[in-house]
């Protein structure tokens, strides 16, 4: 950890460590897992209205189970106040363990090159979370983008990472699906399973504000285990 809140990782990982300058922009919004979302997507920024001085940060997991990866990742890639972390989902594509065919070869390497970190003063965008366990510079890609429960038998049973966490920094992650976003002063989950029939969730820390858009359907199934309807907001 250095001065200002912000976590040093190890060599790997703080060169995918994009850092920003809070005082650049006026707003900052942090927005939960889209995964193809994109007609829910067109809602949340209307109804957020962003001008061209307000950041949207995306917790990754921009692309699959949904209908539009494509109209998500150009729509996102294509505006100069909207960046986003690589998610799990993202790294599926990279490593060649899924496909999206409506993905061009420039899609790829944009999201190829998406950090793994995205922090500001106080405050860390990842997908998934840290790992209390470890050192800050002991973590891996796979770490943040996969990180939930430190239960030995995983999946969606507590303790989860974000119950340890203490911070600084403020953690904003997704991945795991929650029925009401998770809004604690050392962390905010915000992955509201839109793609499962849920909402799509955007957070401003700031003014504490958050928005919410209701998804058209459900575009994938999910088992009810894995929705976590956590006791919200207690740390
Ligand atoms: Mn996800």
Known sequence: MNGDGR??????????????DRSEWDRVYVVGDVHGCREELEGLLSALDPTPEDLVVFVGDLV??????????????SSPNMRSVRGNNEEKLLRGEKRLPGLEKDDLDWIASLPVAISWEGAMVVHAGVDPRKPTAGHTVEDLQNVRSLAPEGGYTGPYWF??????????FGHTVLEEPIVRPNAAGLDTGCVYGGS????????????RVDA?????ERPDEKFLSP?????
Do not use: C, M, W
């Open 7 to 20: 976590p040093e990782f190890g060599d790997g990982i703080e060169a995918q460590h994009e850092r920003i």
């Open 64 to 77: 699959r189970k949904g209908p539009d990866s494509r109209g998500v990742v150009e729509l996102v890639r």
């Open 163 to 172: 119950d340890e966490h203490e911070g600084p920094p403020r953690v904003f």
């Open 200 to 211: 799509l969730t955007a957070y401003e820390p700031r003014r504490d504000e958050t928005v």
């Open 216 to 220: 058209g359907r459900a575009y994938s």
């Open 231 to 235: 006791a919200p907001n207690s740390a």
